[in-house]
């Protein structure tokens, strides 16, 4: 994937390099480089770095005059705005899978392994079928999010490239939450993604699809399905704890965005 550098410094960023633009510029290399090899968790742990970085970035006085200039800041507090409301939908959405997930494990557990209830089964099943609508509906209200820079301003156009590694970063947490894993969905993703063309984590390992039983709980053994459940019951809690330190980073970058504003 090609390479975006910031050159020219001159109306963004201080004439001399500076440690912390550094910082920033070297986790959106790493983030290019490596996210569509790298699993979504660990694309969560690096947005959350950058995040660190950018919050650092927004503290500098040079940084703050220049976000001041034009209607700049209201682009980016607009952006700040979708990014976390993103975010707490896909963290409630985790938990809707994750309540689902252990009252089907216990319910069969409940019944000493042979299997779980037609009645527990069939909540289970509304649960999945509740969330994928969710899914669904969000991406769709994604297209409109606008994270292209406007400008050739080396900072605003970090912000928003910024701006863009969150959004997929989430799109592919929620699709791997709907426990899809076939090309068809990723092309859904990609849709709307037609920038960069960038569809994170569909090569990685990270598998939700066992979550779908519906169409198999016939054929599948409780003990296998124990099995299966629990396997993602893991992914979910990396899942979970990802987008708990990424949220954070997030509502910590938007308080600094509107401290400048109110400045």
Not at 81 to 104: A, F, G, H, M, Y
Not at 192 to 202: G, H, K, L, M, P
Request: aromatic residues 4%.
């Amino acid at each position: 994937m090609a390479t975006t550098t910031y050159h020219s410094r001159s109306n963004s960023f201080p004439s001399q390099s500076h440690p912390i633009i550094e910082s920033v510029e070297d986790h959106l290399c790493r983030l290019r480089a490596d996210s569509e090899s790298t699993s979504v968790c660990s694309n969560l742990a690096s947005l959350t770095n950058l995040h660190e970085g950018i919050n650092d970035l927004i503290q500098m006085p040079s940084i703050q005059q220049t976000l001041s200039q034009g209607n700049w800041i209201n682009e980016l507090l607009e952006g700040s705005l979708k990014l976390v409301d993103l975010c707490s939908l896909s963290r409630e959405i985790v938990s809707l899978t994750k309540e689902s997930v252990q009252d089907l494990e216990s319910s069969i557990r409940r019944n000493k392994a042979e299997a779980a209830t037609s009645a527990d089964v069939s909540a289970y099943v509304a649960s999945r079928k509740k969330i994928t609508k969710m899914v669904n509906k969000s991406i769709k209200n994604l297209k409109s999010f606008n994270h292209k820079s406007t400008t050739d301003n080396d900072l605003l156009t970090m912000l928003k490239e910024t701006e863009s590694h969150d959004l997929s970063v989430l799109k592919s947490v929620l699709i791997l939450l709907s426990g899809e894993n076939e090309k068809s969905s990723w092309s859904l993703l990609s849709k709307f993604t037609a920038q960069n063309n960038r569809v994170y984590s569909e090569s990685v390992a990270e598998d939700l699809s066992s979550l779908n039983i519906q169409k198999s709980t016939k054929n599948m053994d409780s003990k296998n399905m124990l099995k299966q459940l629990k396997s993602s019951e893991m992914t979910i809690q990396e899942l979970e704890q990802g987008l708990e330190a990424l949220f954070k980073s997030l509502v910590k970058t938007r308080v600094s965005l509107l401290n400048v504003l109110s400045h």
